[in-house]
Structure formats: structure tokens, C-alpha cells
């Protein structure tokens, strides 16, 4: 075997080694997720000095015991569902408002576009914990404490700052020869933003979504602060108020809910990558 | 179809002077070119037209009605070209050609019948289905002409639509436009920086520079009787000899031009014209195939940085030779006097004719 033969060979193993590396570095978390949940608890829980005890294979048979605790016993379902409805109509709220603010300030603000776009972005850069106090005094005046509409009404003061900035960039990125274009080829504003620009947005638009989604899912102060009632909790929220008990972890129903939210976010992901990158890869003006 | 007024017309970029008080009348069916090198405003003074830019002062009318600030591009009744074409990339051809008619909510099947019109004239009917990345440089710009077509606008506006595409295809597209210019007669303003497609396409020219029209007239009227040094200088490859205080030409404060391919050698002209004759230093002959260009001075007028050249036709089979001086003329009638201070171009001064071997 010649000596070029064996650095390619030698390559392509590196190559593997590393891929692998990610792969697991990515999927283990799942992996143990997965593990825990169905795991009987005297797998789960065993003594510090017994090293006979694999802890990542099933020592035991599997159990849906966990399962049936986060379903029947805790709210699981309605969290479930509470947190749909948070996010959707955060997602509706901040493609609203974060879409047409991006253009504007993209095209229409001229050379203060730029800075007001940077002022608006800041604005997410301060911490809900500085900000949950004077907001929990909006939420009461509001008389929304206790409610979804509290997190429906505060959620879009991060994601829209963001959002706007984003999308900035999107609508930047759009020649303005096609917008005079179709200016000229008889819309007004309007109708340019709608039958031209908004199909070179789309990507930024899921960007938007994906990251509303995000930023969503995971907020935990506000949920904290503006909601007592178990029966209106995010599973955020629900998840370690309902199953950390004292000090007492419930590892399998806690292993759970959180595999069975993050699986069908994982899928939704992957669809809208495709779409990005398929969005960027989108003809230019010049060929 | 409508004729271009503009009068007085000035847009300004927070001091920066882009048009500087322009007046134009494009007769109705004309072909007028705006040319000029970049930055002089003639993209600005087109867009300006369209109602992309608003007019800092000044007033524009097509067809005899005022396009004020408050009437929007999509509103005059124009088509514009841009450089990059701007096809919509997501739509196919049809789809790019019916989008104007669309917005003036015509029925599908005139729709189609008007596409189908356009796209016969430019023989790209089996292009109909594709998305413009899949289409050459010159079958898009043919889309983008078929789009501007369909509206049936009264005026036409091009920037700059050749300049994407390579040398050769740029002969036949100036051709192709300049046919369909005359079959559709549609009033059509041009812009370009290149002299030759202004020459070739333009039935006037409009010659700009720093925000002002130098001059307006034929390409025949602008390259044989430039108005002032810029035009005479701007226009024509090489451009026009100029020589500064010739006494026994001009008197003083004049400057004194001709065209590279007037000067010719003494002896190509007969014994009994009436020629300008110089001595003419040869410092470099370089020979071009069809022609000969010739660098050199006159003997009294050693200026290194410009040249005094000479255009030799291929059928002038006399032999030239470098690093010596020889006899060369040009014709009195094709001399041209400039003001030195003003740069306008001034009437010959009748007296100074003859020998000029200064």
C-alpha cells in the first residue's frame, strides 16, 4: 500500500472519528432522556458505592411508570397545551409586528434606519429579571395575573426587539432594482411588499418563527412570576414546579415531559432548515 | 406614446448637485440618449423621470401633463429597464411579462394574447415556461423588453440595458432594440456612458456631465460640432486634438481642435485644398488592423501626458515612421476653436488661415 493511499485512508477515518464525536456529543442528551424515562426507579436511583451498576443500559426492565405518573397525576397535558397556544399567538403577534418594522426601517427610514434598528435590538438585551418586577405592575394594572394573555402580552417585549433586527437583514438583502421594478410595473408599496419582497423574505420570516418558537419555549421567569395556577402553567414552568418536589427529583416523569416536548421541536426544526437553506440558495437578479 | 418635457430640473443629494438644472424636450416617438461618464447624472435625471427620485425643483411633463411629486412611478404610464433587467426570479417568463398587466387587472385571456404578442416579436416563445437563471444575458434582457412592452407605455426608459451583456452580444442586442424602437415607435430615453451605443442608437444625444446637459443634438451635430472642450473631448475614440495658443491659428485665449482622423498626412490631401499644415513628431506608431494610431506633437507643444494623435484609416497605405517628423494636415474646415476660460466652442477667426508652423 502506497504511502498517499494510507494518508487517505487515514483521513477518511479521522473524518468519521470526528463526525462521530459530534453525533454523539448531539444525540446523548436524547439518548439519557430516553434511558431515564423508562427506567424502573431501582435502576434510577443506586447506591453511590455499588460499581457494579451500569448506568447507561436498562439494568432493569423498562417501565412506563414514569409516564403514567406525568400523565395522570401532573397537568402535563394542559401545560402541553397552554404552551401551544403562548407560542402560536406570540408567532402571530411578532410576524406581525417584527415584519413590516424590518422593512421599514430596512427601506423606508433611510439613514436613521440603521441606528433605530440597533436601538430596538439593545432593547432585548435587557434581562427579564430586571424587567419582571416593573412588568408584574403592567400585569396588574392590566388585571391579567394568573392568565396566558399576562405571557401573551409580555413575551413579544423580547422576541419583537429581535425579531425586527432580524428581518432587517432579510429585506436588506433584496435588490431594490426589484422593488423599483415592480413599482414601476404599476403596485404601490403595498403591493410590491407583498407580490415581490415577501417571497424573498420567507426565509427570514421562518427565522422568525423558528426563533420566537425558541425563546418561547424556554421562558421561565415571566411564566414564574405572572402565573400561580397550576392548571395555567407552561411546561417550562409546570415541568420542574410539579415534579421537583422538596428535594425529591422525579427523574423519569422530569426525563419524560422533557423528551416529549423537545422530539416534535427537533422534527420541526429539521423541516425548516431545509426551507432556509433552500431560501438561501435562491437565484439572484444576475445569473 | 407621448413626448418628454423637462424644464428647469434640479435634484440635489444634501448639497451634492446630481442634476443641475436641466431642460430636455424629447419629441414624441424620439429616440434621445442621455450620455455622459459616471456620476454625471444621468441616472439620477432617468430615475427622476420615472418618479423613483423626487425632483428637488423643476417640473417634468409627458404628454402634456405635469408629473408632479404626487403622481408615483406606478401611476406615469412608463416602462423602465434597469441594467440588471431585475426579472422577478420567481416567476417564470410569463409570469414576469404578465406581472405589469396584472396590476391593471386585465383579463386572463387578454393576458395572454398581449404576452404571446411581445413574446413572437422577440422570438421567445419556447422560453415561456422557464425562470430567468435559466435564460442567457440576451434573452433577458428580450423578457425584460417584452415586460416593458406589454403596458403599451407612452415612454420608454432604458438604463444602461447593454452593459451586462458581453462585446458581441452587445452588436446584435443594440441592433434588436434599436429595431424595435422603430417598429413600436414608443418615445425612448436612453442611458449610457458609452459613446458608441449613443452614436449608433440615438437619434439625439444629450451629452452630460456634473449634473448639466453640455449639449443636445444628432450624434452628427454633437461629434462634427461639439458646443464646448468637455463634448469635444468626451465624444470620439481617441478624442479631439487640442492645441493651446497657436498664434498664426487663433488668437490668444482660444484653443484650437481637430479629430485624430483629420490629421492626416500632407500628402493625402490635394496640392490646391485648403489645408492646415504642422510638423508632426512620430513618437509611436501603433497599428491596429483596420487603422493606425499615431502618438505624437507638434514640435512646439512637447506634452507627454497628451498626446496629439492621429488616426490613419487601413486603406492610407502610406508608410509612417516612428522617432521622425513629418508633414501633416488637416483640412481648415475641420478645425474647431474653444474659449479657453468658458471652454465654449467659438467661430473660426476668419483671418488665421495658412501655414502654421509655429
Known amino acids: ?287 | 406614446m407621448a413626448a418628454v418635457e423637462i424644464r428647469d430640473l434640479h435634484k440635489h443629494f444634501e448639497g451634492h448637485r446630481a442634476v443641475d438644472g436641466v431642460d430636455l424636450s424629447v419629441e414624441d416617438g424620439e429616440f434621445v440618449v442621455l450620455l455622459g461618464p459616471s456620476g454625471c447624472g444621468k441616472t439620477t435625471l432617468l430615475r427622476t423621470i420615472a418618479g423613483l427620485e423626487e425632483p428637488t425643483s423643476g417640473e417634468i411633463r409627458l404628454g402634456g401633463r405635469v408629473l408632479s411629486r404626487d403622481v408615483p412611478p406606478r401611476a406615469r404610464k412608463i416602462a423602465m429597464m434597469f441594467q440588471s433587467y431585475a426579472l422577478y426570479p420567481h416567476r417564470t417568463v410569463f409570469g414576469n411579462i404578465a406581472f405589469p398587466l396584472k396590476a391593471l387587472h386585465t383579463p386572463r385571456d387578454e393576458i395572454e394574447e398581449k404576452v404571446r404578442w411581445a413574446v413572437r416579436m422577440f422570438d421567445i416563445e419556447r422560453y415561456l415556461d422557464r425562470y430567468p437563471r435559466h435564460l442567457s444575458g440576451g434573452e433577458r434582457q428580450r423578457v425584460a423588453l417584452c415586460r416593458a412592452v406589454v403596458r403599451e407605455p407612452q415612454a420608454f426608459l432604458l438604463d444602461e440595458p447593454l452593459s451586462n451583456l458581453d462585446a458581441k452580444q452587445r452588436t446584435t442586442a443594440r441592433d434588436e432594440l434599436k429595431r424595435f424602437q422603430e417598429d413600436v415607435g414608443i418615445t425612448t430615453v436612453y442611458v449610457t456612458h458609452d459613446q458608441v451605443e449613443a452614436m449608433g442608437l440615438g437619434d439625439r444625444i444629450a451629452v452630460m456631465n456634473a449634473g448639466k446637459v453640455h449639449q443636445f443634438g444628432t450624434p452628427a451635430e454633437v461629434y462634427e460640432h461639439p458646443a464646448d472642450i468637455f463634448v469635444a473631448t468626451f465624444i470620439g475614440l481617441p478624442p479631439m486634438n487640442l492645441l493651446e495658443s497657436i498664434e498664426a491659428l487663433a488668437p490668444a485665449g482660444m484653443l484650437v481642435g481637430f479629430r485624430p482622423e483629420h490629421f492626416l498626412p500632407r500628402s493625402a490631401f490635394g496640392e490646391d485644398e485648403d489645408v492646415t499644415t504642422f510638423r508632426y513628431h512620430v513618437r509611436r506608431v501603433e497599428y491596429l488592423g483596420s487603422e493606425r494610431y499615431l502618438y505624437g506633437s507638434l514640435d512646439a507643444h512637447e506634452d507627454p501626458e497628451k498626446p496629439i494623435i492621429a488616426r490613419l484609416p487601413a486603406m492610407l497605405r502610406l508608410e509612417v515612421e516612428a522617432d521622425r517628423t513629418h508633414e501633416f494636415a488637416v483640412h481648415s474646415g475641420q478645425l474647431r476653436y474653444f474659449d479657453e476660460e468658458s471652454g465654449q466652442r467659438r467661430d473660426p477667426p476668419g483671418a488665421a488661415r495658412g501655414r502654421a508652423d509655429a
Open chain 1, 1 to 287: 500500500m502506497s504511502r498517499y493511499r494510507l494518508m487517505r485512508y487515514a483521513r477518511r477515518v479521522g473524518v468519521y472519528v470526528a463526525a462521530l464525536g459530534f453525533v454523539t456529543f448531539a444525540a446523548f442528551p436524547f439518548y439519557w432522556m430516553a434511558l431515564t424515562t423508562f427506567k424502573q426507579n431501582k435502576d434510577l436511583y443506586v447506591s453511590a458505592t455499588n460499581l457494579k451498576h451500569v448506568p447507561w443500559i436498562f439494568n432493569a426492565a423498562p417501565t412506563l411508570a414514569h409516564l403514567k405518573l406525568l400523565f395522570t397525576q401532573t397537568a402535563y397535558p394542559q401545560w402541553l397545551l397552554n404552551t401551544l397556544l403562548v407560542v402560536v399567538a406570540v408567532v402571530l403577534i411578532t410576524v406581525v409586528v417584527a415584519v413590516p418594522a424590518g422593512y421599514s426601517l430596512a427601506r423606508l427610514a433611510g439613514s436613521w434606519g440603521e441606528g433605530m434598528g440597533i436601538g430596538i435590538f439593545l432593547t432585548y438585551l435587557i434581562p427579564p429579571t430586571l424587567l419582571f418586577i416593573p412588568f408584574s405592575r403592567l400585569v396588574a394594572i392590566l388585571g391579567l395575573q394568573d392568565s396566558l394573555w399576562s405571557l401573551v402580552v409580555v413575551y413579544p417585549t423580547f422576541t419583537i426587539p429581535f425579531c425586527t433586527w432580524l428581518v432587517m437583514g432579510f429585506f436588506r438583502s433584496v435588490p431594490w432594482d426589484l422593488e423599483e421594478q415592480a413599482m414601476i410595473d404599476g403596485y404601490s408599496r403595498l403591493g410590491v411588499f407583498f407580490r415581490v419582497v415577501l417571497r424573498f423574505a420567507v426565509p427570514g420570516i421562518l427565522t422568525v418563527v423558528v426563533f420566537t418558537f425558541t425563546l418561547v419555549m424556554q421562558e421561565f421567569i415571566y411564566a414564574l412570576t405572572f402565573i400561580s395556577s397550576v392548571d395555567k402553567m407552561t411546561v417550562s414552568l409546570g415541568v420542574p414546579v410539579a415534579l421537583v418536589r422538596g428535594d425529591v427529583y422525579h427523574w423519569g416523569a422530569l426525563m419524560g415531559a422533557a423528551l416529549i416536548t423537545s422530539i416534535p421541536m427537533a422534527i420541526v426544526y429539521n423541516l425548516f432548515m431545509d426551507r432556509f437553506v433552500e431560501g438561501l440558495t435562491l437565484g439572484a437578479v444576475k445569473g
